[in-house]
């Protein structure tokens, strides 16, 4: 399988597609694994045509190392698409294909979606996120995308995307796909040697308690409550806990009934950050 790389291939061989199909876009940033595999593999049951893309976007980094260590494997990638369905469209551009000569983002308003959590932590992150979405979107066309929840704030800020700048195309939310001892796929995993990544399963046990102590316990009790977890660990360095309502992102100060809640995590495993989160109710 060899990827396409350059847009004109790409709307070249797009326009040799049965006209009357559904079209399913899958972006990823490389390193594919199994969470990966599961958006594609729903792709496939929901369209006649799929097109996944690969592209390490920079301008949704805020830390230039983070963006020289994130990991390139594009034949294994390859690889992995063709043993799920060989006739899969991908799409691998250079940086240049995308931005020509200026490598910037657009300013979008999120609604304050964007403030929050990874918003506040990552700077101009969903600036980044947004401009690379909206262009694989207005060149593709998907009739679906489709984003797993484990980004669920991007997930959020990409369906207020397609709204503000009406983009048709449906965001199809994908479930969490995660190791056997609990920890979401990541492809930034790969970065953990195997005695943390093992132990890095207590990011998702500790969410597993606060979804079982949300029935009785505050928000503010229990954001203490994960902050003691990892001040007990040092291995761990917790960056942010929050528990939020899921249609605006906004933390909770008080529980109110007819609205369902998150709780969103972020920590540091030696230098490698890890995100999570789990619906509460």
Not at 9 to 38: C, D, F, I, R, W
Not at 166 to 187: D, F, N, Q
């Amino acid at each position: 399988m060899l990827p396409v790389k350059t847009k004109k291939e790409l709307l070249s061989h797009l326009k040799k597609l049965s006209p009357h199909g559904n079209l399913g876009l899958v972006p990823t940033m490389g390193a594919l694994h199994q969470g990966h595999a599961s958006l594609i593999k729903k792709a496939i049951s929901e369209n006649e045509h799929v097109v996944v893309t690969i592209f390490v976007n920079p301008t949704q980094f805020d830390n230039s190392e983070d963006l020289k260590k994130y990991p390139s494997t594009l034949s294994k990638d390859l690889e992995l698409v063709n043993n799920i369905a060989p006739k899969i469209t991908v799409f691998a551009p250079s940086i240049q294909e995308i931005y020509d000569d200026t490598v910037v983002s657009k300013t979008y308003d999120f609604h304050g979606l964007d403030k929050v959590m990874e918003g506040e932590f990552r700077d101009d992150h969903f600036n980044g996120v947004g401009t690379i979405v909206e262009t694989l979107l207005r060149l593709i066309k998907p009739t679906k995308a489709y984003f797993g929840e484990k980004d669920f704030q991007q997930l959020r800020i990409i369906q207020k995307l397609t709204e503000i700048e009406k983009i048709p195309v449906e965001i199809v939310p994908c479930p969490i796909v995660r190791e056997p001892h609990g920890l979401a796929m990541s492809s930034r995993n790969e970065r953990l040697d195997a005695p943390l990544r093992l132990k890095a399963s207590l990011i998702y046990s500790t969410l597993k308690t606060a979804k079982e102590k949300f029935g009785t316990e505050s928000a503010s009790s229990l954001r203490e409550w994960v902050s003691e977890v990892f001040q007990s660990d040092n291995d761990f360095k917790l960056e942010y806990f929050d528990i939020t309502d899921v249609e605006t992102l906004t933390p909770i100060q008080r529980k109110q009934e007819n609205i369902k809640y998150r709780a969103f995590i972020a920590v540091y495993a030696a230098e490698v950050r890890l995100i999570d989160n789990i619906a509460l109710n």
